[in-house]
């Protein structure tokens, strides 16, 4: 049985002004109800420590991940 991917979604520390005009939950349970995935999570900014610190624990080799940003 193939795995579904993870969906996560940056938000830009929710600061960015490409992200103003984004309904952030609407986006989320939308991937959550209408797209194949095991489930759909949200961190606030990837490409900082603590982004690589998640990435670092939580991806795994063998898994399929779907990145928004
Ligand atoms: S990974 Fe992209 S979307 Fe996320 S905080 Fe960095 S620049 Fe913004």
């Known amino acids: ?3 579904k991917p993870t969906f996560i979604m940056c938000i ?3 600061q960015c002004p490409g992200f103003k005009t984004l ?3 609407e986006l989320v349970n939308t991937v ?3 797209m194949d995935v ?3 999570i949200v961190h606030p900014q990837l490409c900082v420590d603590d982004g690589d610190r998640f990435i670092k ?3 795994q080799k063998d ?3 779907i990145i928004g940003a």
């Open 63 to 65: 898994g399929l991940y």
């Open 32 to 34: 959550r109800r209408e």
């Open 57 to 59: 624990d939580y991806i």
């Open 23 to 25: 309904d952030l939950w």
């Open 38 to 40: 095991e489930y759909a």
């Open 1 to 3: 049985m193939s795995k």
């Open 12 to 14: 830009c520390t929710g």
